[in-house]
């Protein structure tokens, strides 16, 4: 990872830029892919469709992949997820990986931050099995708020969003519960806001780690709302739609967004802010930084 990172961007949001940016990108990701997404929670009128991302996902010829949530909702469990991206449209085009369907889990190392002679808070991230299939991995995000974390980007698709159900309740722990079935208590034994973020940052870590840096991300800023696509009811957007942005670098691209929003001069940008500022959401950023997983100095290369 250089001192500057790159990012390429366009303000132009349709199905086929996205193909352009991979393109731009100049990095062809190999062998089995998995093309992480957000099925989008039953409910949520935010979520970018299976339509908007089929070009890409052909393009790449990758499976898609999902993980099991760890809240009351549609998705915590594998049946009930499973009918709902048959609902939402995903295995009409797609072969859908629910990763976490089958156990056992598996448990991937966790690099220490650096001049820490233990783990701050996770050693290891609990991911589905079927992970382990796929050689690298295409992330497309949908940038937004999120209740929580205070934004969702690469990092968060990283962290919680290819974590397990166990380690989604593991991460949101800080480390304290490492099951499934600890949803039902997690909620209410929630750590120290900073805690859950590095424990986001240091999930990220592992998988990029995993991958060997064979990781290729894709932030879209549309349809950007304070809330998740996680949530079943959900804030309409408040920001205009800005663009799509690629890098191969997970920090560069998450800071890339932040910054767009906070340079827009939208109505709604001080609106949106205030859900990151609230969460201390870029100490996100910060820490994967420190993790060694990214830079926050990005050159941005506008794509025509």
């Known amino acids: 990872m250089g001192s500057v990172s790159k990012v390429y961007f366009t303000k132009e949001i349709t199905p086929g830029s996205i193909v352009k940016m991979y ?3 100049g990095k062809k990701l190999t062998g089995n892919i998995a093309v992480k997404v957000h099925s989008g929670e039953a409910g949520n009128q935010n979520f970018l469709h299976p339509e908007f991302w089929k070009p890409v996902i ?9 993980c099991n949530t760890a809240y009351s909702g549609e998705r915590n469990t594998s049946e009930k997820h499973l009918k709902l991206i048959e609902a939402h449209g995903w295995n009409r085009y797609f072969h859908v990986d629910l990763m976490d369907r089958e156990g056992p889990d598996v448990e991937i190392p966790i690099s220490r931050f650096p001049g820490s002679r233990d783990h701050r808070h996770l050693d290891t991230d609990i ?3 079927n992970m382990l299939n796929y050689d690298s991995m295409l992330v ?5 708020g999120h209740p929580m974390g205070g934004f969702g980007g690469a ?8 974590a397990s159900a166990a380690g989604k309740v593991k991460i949101h722990s800080a480390g304290k519960y490492h099951t499934a079935e600890d949803q039902a208590v997690v909620w209410d034994d929630l750590p120290p806001q900073d805690a859950f973020l590095e424990s986001m940052a240091e999930a990220a870590s592992a998988v990029v780690d995993h991958f060997h840096d064979e990781i290729v991300y894709i932030n879209v800023m549309a349809n950007m709302s304070v809330d998740c696509d996680c949530c079943a009811i959900a804030e309409d957007p408040c920001l205009k739609d800005i663009g799509v942005l690629c890098s191969t670098d997970p920090v560069a691209i998450d800071r890339a967004c932040i910054d ?4 827009s001069g939208d109505i709604g940008r001080d609106h949106f802010m205030e859900r990151v500022t609230t969460r201390n959401g870029e100490h996100t950023i910060d820490a994967a930084e420190e993790l060694g997983i990214g830079v926050q100095e990005y050159e941005l290369i506008t794509v025509q």
């Open 140 to 144: 497309l995000s949908h940038f937004k």
């Open 260 to 263: 767009l929003v906070k340079k």
């Open 23 to 25: 393109n731009a990108l």
């Open 127 to 129: 991911i589905g099995k």
């Open 58 to 66: 052909e393009y790449v010829g990758g499976t898609v992949v999902e």
């Open 155 to 162: 990092l968060k698709q990283l962290s919680i969003g290819c």
